[in-house]
C-alpha cells in the first residue's frame, strides 16, 4: 500500500529530527564505524514508526542494534520534546537494521563471479 502525503511528511520530520539526536548523542560514529537513518516508514495511524538503520563498519552490529533499542524509550522522550507543535502523538520507535548495502555488495560480487566464468561456447576445440 502505498503511503499517504502525510504519511511521508511525518515520516520525514521523524527522519530529520532523529539524526540529529543521533548526531548530539554521539551515534552517528561508533568504534570507527558509521550508523545512519536510511528510511522512516509510518503506519497509516501515525502512532508507530520504523526506523531503518544502516550500519557501516560497526563491529558489532547486533550490539550496538541492541544498544539502540534500549535506549529507544530516551529517543522517543527526546523526539517527543522536539516535534510536540507538529504531532499530537510522538509515534512508537521501532528500529531496524537495514541491509540493502550488504544485499548491494553481495549481488556485486554474484555478478562479478558470473562475468569471470567462462560460457559453454568460449571453449574451443583445438586445431590440428
Known amino acids: 500500500m502505498e503511503e499517504s502525503k502525510r504519511q511521508k511528511q ?32 509510518v ?20 550490539k550496538m542494534m541492541h544498544e539502540i533499542k534500549e535506549k529507544g524509550w530516551e529517543f522517543r522522550k527526546v523526539l517527543g ?16 537494521t537495514d541491509d540493502t548495502l550488504d544485499y548491494v555488495f553481495k549481488m556485486e ?3 562479478k563471479k558470473i562475468k569471470e566464468e567462462p560460457k559453454p561456447g568460449d571453449n574451443k576445440p583445438a586445431e590440428e
Do not use: C, H, W
Open 109 to 111: 560480487e554474484l555478478f
Open 81 to 96: 520534546q522536539r516535534i510536540k507543535n507538529q504531532l499530537r502523538r510522538v509515534p512508537e520507535l521501532i528500529f531496524f
Open 43 to 62: 503506519t497509516p495511524d501515525l502512532l508507530e514508526a520504523r526506523i531503518y538503520l544502516s550500519l557501516f563498519q560497526v563491529k558489532d552490529p547486533a
Open 10 to 41: 511525518v515520516g520525514k520530520l521523524i527522519m530529520e529530527e532523529l539524526s540529529d539526536i543521533f548526531q548530539r548523542e554521539g551515534y552517528n560514529i561508533v568504534d570507527g564505524g558509521m550508523i545512519s537513518i536510511s528510511k522512516v516508514m
